[in-house]
T-cell receptor, first 112, second 115 residues
Framework: SQELEQSPQSLIVQEGKNLTINCTSSKTLYGLYWYKQKYGEGLIFLMMLQKGGEEKSHEKITAKLDEKKQQSSLHITASQPSHAGIYLCGADAGTSYGKLTFGQGTILTVHP | DGGITQSPKYLFRKEGQNVTLSCEQNLNHDAMYWYRQDPGQGLRLIYY???????QKGDIAEGYSVSREKKESFPLTVTSAQKNPTAFYLC??????????????FGPGTRLTVL
């Protein structure tokens, strides 16, 4: 079965700093999804990547999928307290439509 | 507005009791999912359904049961056989089979505490 490893597990940054969260898969990724979660709430969809080398941006968040399609990174530029939360990556292994495997999550704290 | 609703937000149960968590969606999605979230473990799939009247076990189905009688609804029952049911439960839906875009949309979650 596919496994996803996120790093780091937690991250504390000062407001205004840039940061990167990584998601590494044990198998080829057919679709990679990034989500954000506030504690005690549901997940909010951020971005989806499907093609090797693909890069997408939304406001100050950029996600990339490497050429070999086994690793993705999420980069936040000039972090703000509103970016704080848990970031999770989810992977579609291509074996069962819609079924995703999730990483364990990265807890981001942004100090004002 | 389209979305997914879960109820209740908080649920308390005595040991030995069964309890049912509600999940409703009005997104016209074919597929629905139930996840369990524990601290530091991400999301683990309990059950999923890709079409009405059909569902499959996920990675941690023991002690849980589901039904899918209507497209909009996918209730989860936590039975007394589940040894450690205290957790945060999340329901999700997606377009399902044949779709190129399988992002899942999540409900707000139900926090279950066994007393």
């Amino acid at each position: 079965s596919q496994e996803l490893e996120q790093s780091p597990q937690s991250l504390i940054v000062q407001e205004g700093k840039n940061l990167t969260i990584n998601c590494t898969s044990s198998k080829t990724l057919y679709g990679l999804y990034w989500y954000k979660q506030k504690y005690g709430e549901g997940l909010i969809f951020l971005m989806m990547l499907q093609k090797g080398g693909e890069e997408k941006s939304h406001e100050k968040i950029t996600a990339k999928l490497d050429e070999k399609k086994q690793q993705s990174s999420l980069h936040i530029t000039a972090s703000q307290p509103s970016h704080a939360g848990i970031y999770l990556c989810g992977a579609d292994a291509g074996t069962s439509y819609g079924k995703l495997t999730f990483g364990q999550g990265t807890i981001l704290t942004v100090h004002p | 507005d389209g979305g997914i609703t879960q109820s209740p937000k908080y649920l308390f149960r005595k040991e030995g009791q069964n309890v049912t968590l509600s999940c409703e969606q009005n997104l016209n999605h074919d597929a629905m999912y139930w996840y369990r979230q524990d601290p530091g473990q991400g999301l683990r799939l309990i059950y999923y359904s890709q079409i009405v009247n059909d569902f499959q076990k996920g990675d941690i189905a023991e002690g849980y049961s589901v039904s899918r009688e209507k497209k909009e609804s996918f209730p989860l029952t936590v039975t007394s056989a589940q040894k450690n049911p205290t957790a945060f439960y999340l329901c999700a839906s997606s377009r399902g089979l044949g779709s190129s875009y399988n992002e899942q949309f999540f409900g707000p979650g139900t926090r279950l505490t066994v007393l």
